[in-house]
């Protein structure tokens, strides 16, 4: 039954005009991901399926993963703060060069208060 889905699904595609570039309709798109993502799910091989349907392996790739990228095109909201539990740490350097690395601020404070 699988053979003969990947032939009917070949001369679908392949009676699609212009082999470079070419605009699939989505119907037909749709369909060929269902299978691919069906048959990568039974273990078949990209590399065999793209030499099953005539496409670039790429395409099966993206193709076969289509169904479930659709469900997240959506963009969230997203709220970036910042990790608490990562203590920033700075660098002191006198005008001489004279260097004191990786202090946290109270420690900085401090440094700069004692040496006034």
Known sequence: MAQRDAEKLRRELDSVAGRQGRCFPEGLKDRASRWLSERRAAGVT??????QLGLAEGTVLRWSTRSAH?????L???TVVPDASIERRLSVVSPSGFRIEELTFAEAAALLKALG
């Open 76 to 78: 969230l909201p997203v």
């Open 70 to 74: 659709t469900q997240t095109r959506t």
């Open 46 to 51: 990209v590399s065999v399926l793209a030499a």
